[in-house]
């Protein structure tokens, strides 16, 4: 699994023109799951995510959590972070869940992230989506839970 952070002031997600998800200060969050991934698995990254301290304190140091900061999140699928470019110019998704499975997980991390993060956001899977934000800092950081 592998989540794309970036702390933003402001994200917002449309499908066909309409706001499905937006928020102010917090985390934009890209999902991708591949075909290994399991409940366990997105566990594991939702405690990291909710536990970084990537928030600025009011010394300007970089100490405080998502709850701590009052900071939203918003939850983006995107299957294209298990793209593979090692052969060709073309990528390959192979290594990217089977979509049932990845839907069954991205649901189950939007609800396991509701029960501990008061305003969460989110796409939908498989939409065809415009994400926008305002990238804070920029700060952007990598999760992928083969390095956790």
């Known amino acids: 699994m592998r989540f794309v952070i970036q702390r933003v002031l402001h994200a917002d997600v449309k499908i066909?023109?309409?706001?499905?998800g937006e928020i102010e200060k917090g985390l934009l969050v890209l999902i991708g799951v591949s075909g290994e991934d399991t409940k366990e698995t997105a566990d594991?990254?939702?405690r990291k995510l909710i536990g970084l301290r990537i928030f600025e304190d009011d010394m300007g140091k970089t100490n405080l959590d998502l709850e701590t900061a009052g900071g939203s999140l918003l939850l983006v699928s995107q299957f294209t972070l298990y793209a593979n470019c090692k052969k060709g110019n073309r990528p390959s998704f192979i290594e990217a869940g089977p979509p049932e499975m990845a839907e069954a997980l991205y649901q189950y991390i939007?609800?396991?992230c509701r029960k501990r993060v008061p305003n969460v956001g989110c796409g939908e899977f498989g939409a065809d989506m415009k994400v926008s934000l305002v990238n804070d800092g920029p700060f952007t950081i990598l999760l992928d839970s083969a390095q956790l």
């Open 110 to 112: 939007i609800s396991e």
């Open 16 to 20: 066909d023109g309409k706001t499905a």
């Open 44 to 46: 594991k990254m939702i």
